[in-house]
């Protein structure tokens, strides 16, 4: 009788750990095989404090993360710790922020100072969306709040711990650098102070025609939504339009007739509208029924 319950004791047992070694495969490498298997000993899979990582869910906590990360980790506000990632010549801003619904932990890495969102271009803007296809989970964008162009990630607040998140922070500022000619604008305001002087002849009236459009051209309604037009010398165009990271390409002919601009496309779509010359490297286009589209010549 002895013998037989402790056999059933170590079956027990036995089932136990393997439930419990499966319930968490994020942390566990643990495969149902290897528990009758020999074990060279403990690991850093198997390790209790990777298993039982738990949910963040306070700023404090947040903050013990980043210095447990190797950062000056900073109370920033009810659900938010702050840090600065050096990696020369940068030193980035690190603004680590829990949800509302404690689901994610959203990761900000501060780029430039700008003010006023417009001083963005259409261009650099378009330029941003592309890149945010090639390094997801990582996106650029602009904060109206803190008033800055910003690299973001967002993690699920699910066993987060000082490694990953300084991995992460790593990669990130290692992204930031690698382009760092799309946001960084520090000679921009000296350029416009050298031509604000110049003022064209308010005499002279352009006219749009296919000539005057050939080349490349950009324009932006949003911070997430842009567009890119090349017109060809041969009465052809491509369109390509971003919305949230999402690209739509179109290519066709194009004509202007009275002042109407005509695009229509090999895959049946027709866009045409108002165009208007507003310089020798800018023009507005006004679809019908929609605002106008301010584009410039890249």
């Given at each position: 009788?002895f013998k037989s319950?402790?056999?059933?004791a170590?079956?027990f047992?036995s ?9 968490d ?7 149902t095989?290897s ?5 060279p000993?403990?690991?850093s899979?198997?390790n209790p ?7 963040i869910t ?11 990360a190797?950062?000056d980790?900073?109370?920033a ?8 990632k ?6 980035f801003p690190?603004?680590?922020?829990i949800s509302?619904?404690?689901d994610?932990?959203?990761i ?15 261009d650099?803007?378009?330029?941003m ?9 990582a ?10 162009t ?7 607040n ?8 300084r ?8 992204v930031?650098?690698?382009?760092e ?12 102070q050298q031509?604000?002087?110049?003022t ?6 352009l ?7 050939v080349?490349?051209?950009s324009?932006a309604?949003?911070?997430t939504?842009?567009?890119a ?6 009465g ?5 339009f ?14 202007i007739?009275?002042?109407v601009l ?13 165009i ?5 490297t ?12 301010a584009?410039?010549?890249a």
């Open positions: 009788m319950t402790i056999s059933l170590i079956v047992v089932v136990t750990s393997v439930a419990f070694a499966d319930g495969d994020l942390f566990s490498s643990v495969r095989k528990v009758f298997e020999s074990s000993g403990p690991s899979a198997t404090a990777n298993l039982l990582a738990k949910r306070k700023a404090a906590e947040l903050r013990e993360l980043l210095k447990s190797g950062f980790g900073k109370v506000g009810s659900r938010s710790a702050a840090a600065q050096d990696l020369n010549p940068w030193e690190v603004l680590a922020a509302e619904d404690e994610h932990i959203t900000m890495l501060g780029l430039q100072t700008i003010e006023d969102s417009s001083q963005l271009s259409a650099t803007l378009l330029k969306m592309q890149v945010n296809q090639q390094e997801a989970p996106v650029f964008g602009y904060s109206k709040i803190r008033k800055r910003e690299l973001y990630c967002v993690l699920r699910n066993g987060v711990t000082g490694r990953i998140l991995d992460e922070i790593n990669r990130m500022a290692t930031a650098k690698r382009h000619a799309i946001w960084d604008h520090s000679e921009a305001p000296s350029t416009t031509q604000a002087p110049t064209p002849p308010a005499e002279k009236t006219v749009a025609n296919a000539t005057s459009l080349g490349k051209w324009a309604r949003s911070a939504e842009a567009f037009i090349a017109f060809s010398a041969d052809q165009f491509n369109l390509v971003v919305n949230n990271g999402k690209q739509t390409k179109s290519s066709g002919n194009f004509a007739v009275s002042g005509t695009m229509t496309g090999t895959d049946g779509m027709k866009l045409f509208g108002t208007k010359m507003t310089s020798a800018t023009f507005t286009f006004t679809p019908d029924k929609t605002k106008a589209l584009f410039t010549k």
